[in-house]
């Protein structure tokens, strides 16, 4: 049996003293003491030294020490013995809550939506329907958490064009009529911000958001899109840092107050190595990729759905990695109501012939 058994408390006061001594300043530098706050800590915030003096700053923190740091955290807690009262407690498996989309096949495949841990990156072509998933989520985070919500509002963020409000109005409508029995003001719970360059997009993100979120009940925070504000850089190392203090800031959000956190990201082409022809690839990089939790990719399948007089472009929404969700795809529509499923093919009715 572990020495640490049954000290109870005074034994977990000993879990960064059993640590080298390295990975204790890096816990105290960003006064994350604990197993439980360590595992639950975005692995940026321990690689995030811009807040330390040169004179001062202690050993470089890399992702193997935070490794190392998370995986001696979860050990502790495994050999720990558990008291009666944490039995009333919320596991942390179950405060990973999900914002569903409102459309079954998204659900699944994505194993029930967008998580409220880390940022979650939708992206794809223009005219692939980005937008439109981002509406739909909106207002679908509203909605209790028996039907896949959160029961909270959305901070939605342009940076490209106007927010598209008649169409989603007309979703809205939509999902009126679809949960009659809530009676929700789903526009009354969305707050719009249009920002088209840098420095306004993080000054909103770094002192107007915090103020909001204190202010009302956020459950979702949407920047459409990333791209447009970022690949206008020339100095890319300056991009970087203010990708990462954004990013920063959005992951403190979502850890304290609960929130999913969803930016859009544009595609360019870019030419393979081995092979003569051009693909498109997410925007910013590696700089932007390492920055998220989870990518998601929506493009257009060659296919057409009849619905009545409408022929109906089919999606397809792909994982392309998430830590908690396999690589999987779906296929859905967007339709006047909004994001659903491809309608199953009907069955053709057996022929009855006569005996004669």
Known sequence: MPTHGFNGLAAMSHFLEQLPKHLQEIAERVNVLT?????????????DTRSCELDTCVHSCSPEDVRILKD?????????????????????????????????????????????????????????????????????????STLGG???????????????????????????????????????NIFIEHQYESEPLLDCVSNRL?????????????????????????????????????????????DKYDCAVVCSNQMT?????????MEDVPCLGLQWANLSRTR?????????????????????LEIVYSPETPNAFTEFLITAEGVVNVPKPSRPMPIKRKLT
Not at 233 to 253: C, G, I, N, P, Q
């Open 269 to 277: 082409a870019t030419e393979e190595t081995d092979e003569a022809r």
């Open 296 to 316: 998601m990719r929506i493009s257009k399948v060659p296919k057409q759905y009849k619905q009545g007089d409408q022929l109906l472009t089919v999606r397809k």
């Open 35 to 47: 197993p439980e706050a360590i595992l639950t800590t975005p692995r940026i915030k321990f690689m």
């Open 72 to 144: 001696a955290a979860a050990k502790w807690l495994a050999e720990t013995p558990v008291s009666a009262d944490s039995l009333f407690k919320i596991p942390a498996r179950l405060k990973w809550s999900r914002v569903g989309f409102g459309c079954a096949a998204l659900d699944q495949c994505t194993g029930g939506g967008v998580s409220i841990r880390g940022i979650t990156e939708i992206c794809g072509n223009s005219g692939v329907g980005k937008s439109q998933v981002l509406l739909q989520l909106s207002l679908s985070v509203q909605l209790p």
């Open 210 to 254: 915090p103020q909001l979120l204190q202010e009302h009940s956020i459950g979702l925070i949407v920047i459409d899109s990333v791209a447009a504000i970022f690949r206008l850089y020339t100095d890319f190392d300056k991009r970087a840092r203010d990708m990462r203090r954004m990013v920063h800031a959005l992951l403190s959000y979502a």
């Open 150 to 188: 959160l029961g909270k509002g959305v901070a939605f963020i342009c940076t490209e064009d106007a927010f598209p409000s008649r169409r989603l109005l007309q979703i809205s409508k939509a999902f009126e009529a679809r949960y009659p029995e809530e009676n929700l003001n789903f526009l009354g």
